[in-house]
Each structure stands twice: as C-alpha cells, then as structure tokens.
C-alpha cells in the first residue's frame, strides 16, 4: 500500500536526518564499517528497501558478495576481523537496545579495541541507520527495481 513521503510533507525532517549523514561523512569510520553497521542493522530490522541500497553501495565499495551472504551468521564464519566482529556486536546490541542494552564487556572491548571517539562514531552510525530502517519500513519505501 502507497503510503505517505515524509521527504515532501516534511522536509525539515529529512534535512535534520541528512545533517547526521553529513556528519558520519565527516568521521573517520571506515567506509567497509559504515557498510557493514547499515546492512547489519537493516538485517535485523528487516528493511528491504535499506538493504537493497547498502548492500549494492558495499558491493560496489569492494565487499564480497559471500561476506554479505554470511553477515547475519558472523558469529560462526572467519571471514570477520575481530575489530569487525566488535562492530557488529555493538550494531547489533544498540539496534535491539530495549533487549538488554550494550553490555559492559562488549562495551570496554570496543573502547579498547577503537577508543572512545571512533565507538562514538560507531554508535551514531547505529543510530542513523536505525532511523533510516524505521522511516523506510513505517512509511513502505518500495525497493527499486533494477
């Protein structure tokens, strides 16, 4: 069902949204770590319209179609650097935040492993594409057909 588009009812919103974007281009985050948080994320969330986008955007970034197939199975493959692996435990536990929240230990891990600001450009990352997946899948962006 067509729904509403927030980006013509309301534009102010999406330029707020775009300005966090601009903000995460600003960052020192690895494109591959953006990548990966966006897929990760919408995986969860179950955006189509997010992971079409992401995953194309990774793939033409250099990522491998086998890791993307096996991103939601990360736990259980080597494909995965343990800095990854970090990243996307975070993606993950901040995406599910009313589960349990992040932990201590993954947290301590992730400011040892990147230091406090680099985990702070991870989160909000986690929280754009948080936002991104909800204004996809409550408003039905359709998927573009290519």
């Not at 201590?104 to 929280?127: H, N, P, R």
Request: net charge neutral.
């Amino acid at each position: 069902m067509k729904r509403l588009d927030i980006s013509k009812l309301e534009p102010n919103a999406y330029k707020a949204m775009y300005g966090l974007e601009n903000y995460l281009l600003t960052t020192s985050l690895e494109k591959s770590h953006k990548e990966l948080i966006k897929i990760r994320a919408s995986q969860i969330n179950g955006c189509a319209f997010c992971l079409d986008m992401h995953t194309k955007d990774a793939i033409k970034l250099g990522e491998t179609p086998q890791r993307i197939f096996l991103l939601n199975a990360w736990r259980e493959t080597d494909l995965f650097s343990a800095e990854e692996k970090i990243i996307l435990g975070l993606t993950e536990k901040i995406t599910l935040i009313s589960q349990c929240g992040v932990d201590d230990d993954l947290y301590k891990k992730a400011v040892d492993t990147f230091g406090e600001s680099y985990v702070a450009q991870i989160i909000m990352a986690c929280v754009a594409i948080n936002a991104w997946n909800r204004i996809a899948i409550s408003t039905n962006l359709e998927v573009p057909k290519s």
